[in-house]
């Protein structure tokens, strides 16, 4: 009698790994640290331009702030700060956010009182006494801007490697406002870690030279917290070739 054939036969059994309950009160506390600055305490945002999480699906928040960490998604101040957040954190910010009820109509968060305050006052003088060092166009809203910087943070710049701006900027025709950032001792305490730019703080002055009212430092913080090898200046190299 022949033999009968014998077939190899590899047999894989998959186990589903044991899911972890998402924390919701730690969700609430890293979200009352950081994220409510711009999307809200209770997932309701600050303004029109940021999105309400409040009852967003927990997976899809989940998904977009890891594609955000993994940077396959591309924002800048939200890449930033989903690069601070651990896999445990991005669970239980989602499930919190997904347990809140729904925004009403219209409705927005008060600002945290973290982002608001700003230590930056007018700096009188800045056209005779500070470096102009920078120009840019803003080419979506038409708009140029000029950069000034005083003695000691032109000093302070010069260990970088100066580069050379270029030309065709766009003649200017009406002021809007003027922009600000200084940095003094201990201006950085009370702004969470995750948003905290060393000790700058930063403002917005109408052309009265008074504080312009609502702004939200946290959009400033989160926008120039990836540049923390640079200072958080945007035109460290700029300044540093000013004369």
């Known amino acids: 009698m022949s033999q009968p054939t014998r077939i190899a036969v590899v047999v894989a059994v998959l186990f589903a790994a044991p899911a972890l309950a998402a924390d919701i009160e730690a969700g609430r506390a890293k979200v009352a640290q950081v994220c409510g600055a711009c999307h809200g305490v209770n997932g309701v945002s600050v303004n029109e331009g940021i999105p309400n999480l409040a009852a967003q699906r927990a997976g899809y928040i ?20 989903a690069a601070q957040l651990s896999a445990a954190d991005i669970e239980n910010v989602a499930a919190f956010y997904a347990s809140q009820p729904g925004a009403a109509p219209g409705s927005k968060s008060p600002l945290m009182a973290s982002a608001v305050k700003s230590s930056v006052t007018f700096p009188e003088g800045y056209k005779s006494s500070f470096v102009k060092y920078h120009t840019i166009n803003l080419p979506a809203t038409k708009q140029v801007r000029y950069y000034y910087a005083n003695k000691a943070a032109a000093a302070a710049a010069k260990a970088g ?21 200084a940095t003094g001792a201990g201006w950085g305490d009370g702004i969470p870690e995750a948003l905290r730019n060393g000790n700058w703080n930063y403002a917005v002055f109408t052309l009265d030279k008074k504080p312009r009212p609502g702004l939200n430092q946290a959009e400033c913080l989160g926008c120039h917290k990836p540049l923390d090898k640079e200072s958080y200046l945007f035109t460290l190299k700029e300044l540093a070739a000013a004369k």
């Open 62 to 81: 989940e998904s977009q702030l890891k594609a955000l960490k993994d940077g396959t998604r591309k924002n800048p101040i939200m890449n930033a700060m």
């Open 161 to 181: 490697k100066p580069v050379t701006g270029s030309d065709g900027f766009f003649v200017p025709e009406k002021q809007l406002a003027y922009t600000g950032m």
